[in-house]
């Protein structure tokens, strides 16, 4: 009996001991009737979920963009600026480079940037790519706030994302949604766009405004609500170019004037499960070539409609858009290697890339 007298005591001086420790570890177990066996969720009573602190971060470096464009007069034969189009733009570093939308500003003879401070500035047009829909504009001001940006930054599905940009021209506008997927492609005729698609709210005079995430840093450009035939709305389908492609895209622009692409000069289509079966693939791999541009480098190679291309310099390929992103990435007259599987035989072929050509105006 008392053995078991001295073993309950020693429980309960344990834990004692135990309880004495935790409370001055962690005095938030305690309030003033005893220990509280749940604690409340990180939001207070008084608390609310916002998003102010990432749109204040953002929002500043968000501007309008007007344009105008010389129109003859209805009184006498003088062409005169008369408004075209609105839209937004981002400042993307306190040197004056915007980037928006080249929907935005096409065919524009000037171009007005409006800053959320009051300023207004007339802007310089420093270059343009079609095959991306991006143009990259000058001002010459100071004091600029810059959109704040991570060289590190990864969307995934379902992060919450703000769309800010100037709609109708009401003013600057934050809409809230979700990455609802990445890497959407066909939603342009050049195919040189790997969209984000979100349900954030995109509407005429967005395009060329930020998508940011909830730490208000860019994640991309605005630049599309989803139309599925005209006179049919459509709900929660817009789409933004990715921080990183818009990033490279300004670079080269501002360096060069024009983004300088490889050319092969094929259209293909994508190995299904049913094509890689019968090809012996072990792997949805590869491309079949439908054909191949006269005179392009890919004829002058001796690819042929019905080529399955499988590697490109010994990787392997996905798919058309990622064949036609490498092939994009590389300096024209550089060579590559292609893995080719014709009549059941695999050999390697050496291609001389071309340049890509640039839309015009």
């Not at 990259?136 to 060289?151: F, G, R």
Request: net charge neutral; no cysteine; proline share 4%.
């Amino acid at each position: 009996m008392q053995g078991l007298l001295s073993y309950i005591s020693k429980s309960i001086l344990l834990g004692i001991v135990v309880a004495t420790i935790l409370l001055l570890a962690l005095p938030q177990l305690k309030n003033k009737q005893g220990l509280a066996l749940t604690q409340p969720f990180s939001l207070g009573l008084n608390e609310q979920m916002s998003f102010s602190a990432a749109v204040k971060r953002a929002a500043p470096s968000v501007v309008n963009i007007y344009t105008r464009t010389y129109q003859k007069s209805t009184i006498n034969s003088k062409p005169t600026l008369r408004p075209q189009s609105l839209g937004s733009g981002v400042i993307m570093n306190k040197k004056g480079y915007l980037l928006t939308n080249y929907h935005v500003i096409a065919n524009a003879d000037q171009i007005i940037v409006a800053l959320q401070d009051g300023r207004f500035f007339t802007a310089e047009l420093i270059g343009f790519d079609k095959y991306t829909d991006l143009a990259v504009l000058n001002i010459d001001a100071k004091n600029l706030p810059s959109i704040p940006q991570s060289k590190h930054e990864q969307t995934n599905i379902g992060d919450v994302v703000l769309a800010i940009g100037n709609p109708y021209n009401l003013g600057q506008t934050i809409t809230q949604g979700i990455i609802s997927a990445r890497g959407r492609i066909g939603m342009s005729t050049t195919g040189h766009q790997n969209f984000l698609q979100t349900d954030a709210a995109i509407n005429e005079g967005n395009s060329g405004g930020a998508l940011v995430n909830s730490l208000g840093e860019l994640v991309g450009i605005n630049t599309a609500s989803f139309q599925l035939a005209e006179n049919v709305e459509t709900m929660g389908i817009s789409f933004a170019i990715p921080y990183p492609l818009a990033v490279k895209i300004m670079d080269a622009l501002i360096a060069n004037g024009r983004v300088i692409r490889g050319y092969i000069g094929i259209e293909g289509t994508s190995i299904n499960a049913v094509m890689a079966k019968l090809l012996g693939l072990e792997a949805n791999q590869g491309i079949v070539i439908q054909n191949t541009a006269p005179n392009s480098p890919a004829e002058k190679a001796g690819l042929i409609a019905g080529d399955v291309v499988i590697k490109f310099n010994g990787t392997e390929i996905d798919n058309v858009i990622w064949l036609m992103d490498v092939v994009a990435e590389q300096r024209p007259g550089s060579k590559i290697n292609l893995t080719v599987i014709r009549d059941g035989k695999q050999f390697d072929i050496s291609v001389k890339l071309g340049e890509l050509q640039a839309l015009q105006p």
